[in-house]
């Protein structure tokens, strides 16, 4: 299962200010080092569907950022792990096809509303 939207940004990944170990950037897992994946749950009346979306939007391409960011100093032979940019790029993937699904469930809901009237 993969996670939900407000989780992807919560994903530390070592860089610039980033979680480091003995000068090696490393992937923070899940439930590893108290990051939990889960996002605090919105007050009732707190942020709307469309701040909700651009949230979203704005995660999912700070994910791609990050994923072209390890791939980079990959290629230029900086000290990154292989797993380290395989991770990245597969979680920008997934959160990508995930943004993508959302998307075509929106539009078949639209879809569904204006067929109702």
Do not use: C, W
């Not at 170990?21 to 009732?44: H, T, W």
């Not at 999912?60 to 950022?65: C, G, K, L, N, R």
């Not at 292989?82 to 078949?108: C, S």
């Amino acid at each position: 299962m993969t996670a939900p939207i407000g989780g992807l940004g919560q994903l530390g990944i070592g860089g610039p200010g980033g979680p480091q170990s003995a000068g090696r950037l490393r992937l923070e897992i899940a439930g590893e080092n108290g990051i939990s994946r889960l996002p605090s749950l919105p007050d009732a009346g707190g942020t709307s569907f469309a701040d909700t979306l651009k949230r979203a939007l704005n995660e999912v391409s700070a994910t791609q950022d990050t994923a072209q960011d390890y791939i980079q100093k990959f290629v230029r032979g900086e000290p990154v792990e292989l797993h380290q940019v395989m991770a990245a790029t597969e979680e920008a993937g997934i959160a990508l096809e995930m943004l993508v699904e959302l998307r075509n469930k929106l539009t078949d809901a639209y879809k569904t509303v204006v067929n109702m009237s």
